[in-house]
């Protein structure tokens, strides 16, 4: 993995070149000398992000048997509807 390192002013000079460089890493945008952004490809973004899981998938993770979970009763107050 390359790191690669532009200041802003370089990135709006030639954005091809950023977005060729993150292609192969991370490209660190600066302003004023400072880390500011972050530049990432769609891969590595999903990667460190975990991507998307569905709901099935999140329900059936290994060792979900052995949470104990009991919520308390929900109580929902109702009252008579005002129609006059």
Same mark, same amino acid.
């Given at each position: 993995?390359?790191?690669?390192?532009?200041?802003? %002013?370089?990135?709006?000079?030639?954005?091809? %070149?950023?977005?060729?460089?993150?292609?192969?890493?991370?490209?660190?945008?600066?302003?004023?000398?400072?880390?500011?952004?972050?530049?990432?490809?769609?891969?590595?973004?999903?990667?460190?992000?975990?991507?998307? %899981?569905?709901?099935?998938?999140?329900?059936?993770? =290994?060792?979900?048997?052995?949470?104990?979970?009991? =919520?308390? =009763?929900?109580?929902?107050?109702? %009252?008579?509807?005002?129609?006059?």
């Amino acid at each position: 993995m390359t790191i690669t390192t532009l200041s802003s %002013r370089e990135l709006n000079q030639d954005i091809g %070149r950023a977005k060729k460089a993150a292609k192969d890493g991370p490209v660190f945008i600066t302003d004023r000398g400072r880390p500011a952004h972050v530049l990432l490809s769609i891969e590595d973004y999903r990667r460190l992000s975990g991507g998307r %899981r569905s709901l099935v998938d999140a329900l059936s993770m =290994p060792g979900l048997a052995d949470i104990d979970f009991d =919520p308390a =009763p929900a109580r929902i107050g109702l %009252r008579p509807a005002d129609l006059g």
